[in-house]
């Protein structure tokens, strides 16, 4: 069964800083199926990046990802305050048909 | 306004029953797949259970297989989770989520991802 993690656990910040976050597979992963999400305290997630690299509708520029086989990254260019959230990678399986990451706070 | 609205969710002992709904609005719901997916407190993120856009298809992560059912209702745009046998361990917010998926052409990919969640709603099994 498909793994992700994610490091660091906790990444601290400040605004106008470029936030790094990894995501590893333990099996090489589909670019197309590997998605990012965001989660501010008491919300739902919000999709940023599918196919690890396209940005969603309405998703701001400073968010990137990258990456293939089992190595991924998201980038935050500069740190505005509204990104100071949770960060979970995704990937599509068979089953189960989405595994999640355990995610990286980022934090000031 | 593309939107899900999860409700049903509650207190319940353990070994009892719950069902969630989830109302769609704004899309054309029958032909999405749709999905379940859970957060325990404090926790990440866990997909549960998924549901073609028929109906024909579902699956269920193992920790809810033989307990919970998943289903819906195009007609009434309504996807739903019968819950049953409760556990501590099923204390959670339940979100109903829309699953896109598509093929690009111009690279031959398959896309798979969740683009829409709802609010969630909360059960809490004690």
């Known amino acids: 069964e498909m793994v992700l993690t994610q490091s660091p656990g906790t990444l601290s910040l400040s605004p106008g800083e470029r936030a790094t976050l990894s995501c590893g597979a333990s099996?090489?992963?589909?670019?197309?199926?590997l998605a990012w999400y965001q989660q501010k305290p008491g919300q739902a997630p919000r999709l940023l990046i599918y196919?690890?690299?396209r940005r969603a509708a309405g998703v701001p520029d400073r968010f990137s990802g990258s990456g293939s086989g089992t190595d991924f990254t998201l980038t935050i260019s500069r740190l505005e305050p509204e990104d100071f959230a949770v960060y979970y990678c995704?990937?599509?399986?068979?089953?189960?048909?989405?595994?999640f990451g355990p995610g990286t706070i980022v934090d000031v | 306004e593309v939107q899900l609205v999860e409700s049903g969710g509650g207190l319940v002992r353990p070994g009892g029953s719950l069902r969630l709904s989830c109302a769609a609005s704004?899309?054309?719901?029958?032909?999405?797949?749709m999905n379940w997916v859970r957060q325990a407190p404090g926790k990440g993120l866990e997909w549960i259970s998924y549901?073609?856009?028929?109906?024909?298809?579902?699956d269920y992560a193992d920790s809810v297989k033989g307990r919970f059912t998943i289903s819906r209702d195009n007609a009434k745009n309504s996807l739903f989770l019968q819950m049953n046998s409760l556990r501590a361990e099923d204390t959670a917010v339940y979100f109903c989520?829309?699953?896109?998926?598509?093929?690009?052409?111009?690279?031959?990919?398959?896309?798979?991802?969740?683009?829409?969640w709802g609010k969630g709603t909360t059960v809490t099994v004690s």
């Open positions: 989520v829309r699953e896109d998926n598509f093929y690009d052409s111009s690279d031959y990919n398959f896309y798979y991802y969740v683009d829409v």
């Open positions: 704004g899309f054309t719901f029958s032909i999405y797949e």
């Open positions: 549901i073609s856009a028929a109906g024909s298809t579902r």
């Open positions: 099996q090489s992963v589909s670019s197309s199926y």
């Open positions: 196919g690890a690299s």
């Open positions: 995704q990937q599509y399986g068979s089953s189960p048909r989405f595994t």
